[in-house]
């Protein structure tokens, strides 16, 4: 488990927890109220250390749409049973699109 909530944490620093990842081998990561920003949110999706992470939460980061969209698309999200996106307002079909290419076994909470 690890806990970095309410650090000021930018993405220069998401960036970099997300190269360490792989080594970390967390099953739950809680980066919220962060301003990791869609890049941060984009390395977290490239990490192959998402692999082993089972519970993600991004709630009060600025991930945007493009962020959103690079942790569902992300080949490493295999092990997530929950993430957190909210923080941000999300449309109803992001939301519905989100949700599919998460897919059934997992918890998505957003702003919707």
Excluded: Y
Aim: hydrophobic share 45%; glycine share 10%; aromatic share 2%.
């Amino acid at each position: 488990w690890l806990t970095v909530s309410k650090c000021g944490l930018r993405k220069a620093d998401a960036v970099a927890l997300a190269n360490r990842l792989p080594v970390l081998g967390l099953t739950h990561l809680n980066l919220s109220e962060n301003k990791i920003g869609m890049i941060g949110a984009k390395a977290l999706a490239n990490s192959p250390g998402l692999a082993t992470v089972v519970s993600l939460d991004l709630r009060g980061n600025p991930i945007l749409k493009s962020g959103r969209a690079a942790l569902a698309a992300s080949p490493h999200k295999s092990a997530l049973t929950e993430i957190n996106l909210g923080g941000e307002q999300v449309d109803k079909d992001e939301a519905k699109e989100l949700r599919k290419q998460f897919g059934k076994g997992v918890k998505v909470t957003m702003w919707a």
